[in-house]
């Protein structure tokens, strides 16, 4: 298997060269040339299997052998080993077809943990192999920001570059970044949003002048692409859960950077029976506009209740806008480069296309509350308030009741108090091994929304 460049001008790449990248050199997202293609007998085979089993036969194929089986298996192994849930995804029913699939049980309670903790462990494993060391540069809008840390900290040959967006993450995003010991680790609040910090981090992939000589950058956003890869899975696994791949299955998913509902995107390619993909927003609805009104054009960003999907420019868009046209980078580039100076649109007939697969909602912050109180009431499980949006997109969109929907929770409640208590609810307590997060030791710098303030600070870290 090869990856090759959503803009069609680089040359193709190996696994571990995606894995030790983060944009192609054209400036795109890597995809895999071609994807591999489960048999409706092979993924029925894998009804019952442990979260881990499961994740080696959907992953396995993108890396190629590049890898020894033995070893990534123990890899994945162990990045599940500790999620504080045996089923490591555990699904809930909570209405007759609707079902809310957990994925904050790993350390830092969020989806994030699924796809950081192995990432972390493939780049120790291949670093180590080839005697390298990189520097790991990322934007956060809260969580993928402690997930990496998480993930990478224990790496001796990474030092990690964490650029969240000042004064506009939750209190306990923010504590769980800044309180990670450790010399390796730098945390950075930028003046501005969280696209000024995505954009920052673009900007340094593009020209790595300002890195010592023996460096290289590394993603751990999802526009590296093993973050996805590692995503795919618990589509397969939840939908096993419901029936499939006898029935189709539809899923709702809270979209910001559009990472986790390309993963279930890229599932449906892979041969599992997705009917419906709901991409539910919050008032940043830049993906519901284009789906729901053909207006692909940048608004304002404005703060929610739902920070970590505060974001308009969104990464992996890119990838599913290459397979929308039929693989062509030229226009991929072209549409992509053009956001922000002009509104687009796409063809009537591509528009089409996505409807036929793709619905969408954006949820603003006083019904987010108003559903987590409601569904609090009906069923006792307190969501957070990107679930909760979720949860609502699947309501409104829901085509067909007899097909199971499932929404993905995307994060624990407790990292967002100021939601639940708008909610009207109480907050839950912290989980054991965070009960002292609000007395540790905070360490950040702040720095303007400027690439040369970010890549002196850099430079200086590192020489
Ligand atoms: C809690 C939570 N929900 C949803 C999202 C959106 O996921 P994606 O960016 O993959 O669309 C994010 C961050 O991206 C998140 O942190
Ligand atoms: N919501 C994310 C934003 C970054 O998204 P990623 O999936 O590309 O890492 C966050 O919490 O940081």
Redesign the pocket.
């Known amino acids: 298997m090869k990856y090759i460049s959503t803009r069609g001008k680089a040359p193709a790449s190996s696994f571990e060269q995606v894995l030790l990248t983060g944009l192609a050199p054209d400036g795109g997202l890597y995809v895999p040339e071609t994807l591999p293609r489960f048999s409706k007998e092979e993924i029925a085979s894998w009804a019952g299997l442990p979260y881990d089993e499961l994740a080696f036969h959907v992953i396995k194929p993108f890396v190629n052998g590049e890898i020894p089986d033995e070893v990534l298996k123990q890899l994945i192994t162990n990045s599940y080993r500790d999620f504080s849930h045996s089923a490591v995804a555990p699904m809930r029913n909570i209405n007759s077809n609707e079902w809310v699939l957990e994925l904050y049980c790993g350390p830092t309670l969020?989806f994030?943990d699924f796809?950081l903790q192995l990432l972390g462990r493939l780049l120790d494993y291949v670093l180590i192999r080839d005697d390298k060391k990189v520097a790991v540069l990322?934007?956060?809008?809260?969580?993928?920001?402690s997930?990496?840390l998480e993930g990478c900290r224990h790496c001796a040959n990474i030092d990690l570059f964490i650029l969240?967006p000042y004064q506009r993450?939750s209190e306990v995003?923010r504590r769980q970044m800044t309180s990670v010991p450790g010399e390796n680790v730098h945390n950075i609040a930028i003046r501005g949003n969280?696209d000024d910090c995505?954009k920052i981090v673009k900007t340094a992939f593009g020209d790595q002048s300002f890195l010592p000589e023996d460096r290289q950058l590394v993603a751990?956003?999802?526009?590296n692409w093993a973050?996805i890869m590692a995503q795919i899975v618990y589509y397969f696994y939840a939908a096993l859960q419901v029936g499939a791949p006898h029935r189709p299955v539809s899923f709702s998913v809270p979209t910001?950077?559009f990472?986790?509902i390309y993963a279930g995107y890229l599932a449906r390619g892979m041969g599992l029976p997705v009917d419906q993909l709901v991409i539910a927003t919050n008032h940043n609805d830049i993906l519901h506009r284009l789906i729901s009104q053909n207006d692909y054009s940048l608004g304002e960003l404005k703060a929610s209740l739902s920070p970590?999907?505060d974001?308009m420019v969104s990464?992996?868009f890119e990838r599913y806008l290459f397979d929308l046209f039929d693989r062509d980078g030229e226009a991929v580039e072209k549409f992509v480069t053009a956001l922000g100076e002009t509104q687009q649109q796409l063809p009537e007939a591509l528009l089409q296309k996505a409807q036929s697969l793709f619905s969408s909602y954006a949820v603003d912050d006083e019904t987010t509350c108003k559903v987590i109180a409601e569904i609090y009431q009906d069923t006792g499980f307190l969501l957070d308030p990107h679930t909760a949006i979720g949860v609502e997109a699947a309501r409104r969109c829901h085509r067909n009741p007899a097909v199971p929907m499932i929404s993905l929770a995307t994060a624990h409640p407790v990292k967002f108090a100021d939601a639940v208590k708008k909610a009207g609810l109480e907050n839950p307590a912290l989980p054991l091994h965070m009960q002292d997060l609000f007395e540790r030791e905070e360490r950040y710098d702040v720095l303007d929304n400027d690439i040369s303030a970010v890549t002196g600070y850099m430079r200086q870290q590192l020489c």
Do not use: L
């Open positions: 969020a994030k796809a990322g934007a956060t809008s809260g969580d993928t920001g997930a990496a969240h993450v995003q969280f995505q751990v956003n999802s526009i973050r910001g950077n990472g986790d970590s999907m974001i990464s992996n």
